[in-house]
């Protein structure tokens, strides 16, 4: 399995990859590294707490900037639809990773992004999903109509 490396904007995609990876592998438990910063840590949970402070940016601009990123997206002109779901579900995580003391994301915060970031060729979809019941309207049933109507137009 492949997956990006950890770098200072996906470290919480990466851990739950590499999480995955070394339960996997039966190594979980034994993790070790030879980074500076974490080098004489022999307690694991310390060694990931210190990773994840190293490589996760945290506090409220962080927020606010990942907030505005993901409330700003917009499909890309030749963006498959799966692809910018999975671009809106990444940051959604992320805000969700980061976020936990300031606000939290919901299904209606992603159904807002995905629909507000297409294109005006599917203008006729969102008012289509505008006119359902909210008690229907959820986050599959989005993602079914934006796949569907892809591949219809």
């Known amino acids: 399995p492949t997956f990006a490396k950890l770098d200072d904007t996906n470290y919480a995609e990466w851990y739950t990859f590499m999480q995955a990876l070394l339960t996997k592998q039966g190594v979980w438990g034994v993790v070790s590294s030879a980074l500076g910063h974490i080098h004489d840590t022999t307690d694991t949970h310390t060694l990931w707490t210190t990773l994840k402070t190293v490589h996760c940016s945290r506090g409220f601009g962080m927020h606010l900037s990942l907030c505005r990123d993901f409330f700003s997206m917009v499909r890309g002109e030749y963006q498959t639809m799966t692809s ?16 936990a003391t300031y606000t939290t994301v919901t299904d209606e915060d992603i159904i807002i992004v995905l629909t507000k970031g297409l294109p005006s060729s599917y203008e006729h979809l969102v008012v289509s999903l505008d006119a359902t019941l909210s008690d229907d309207l959820t986050l599959n049933l989005v993602i079914r109509r934006l796949v569907n109507e892809e591949s219809r137009q």
């Open 84 to 99: 910018w779901i999975a671009d809106v579900h990444q940051l959604a995580f992320q805000l969700k990773d980061i976020g």
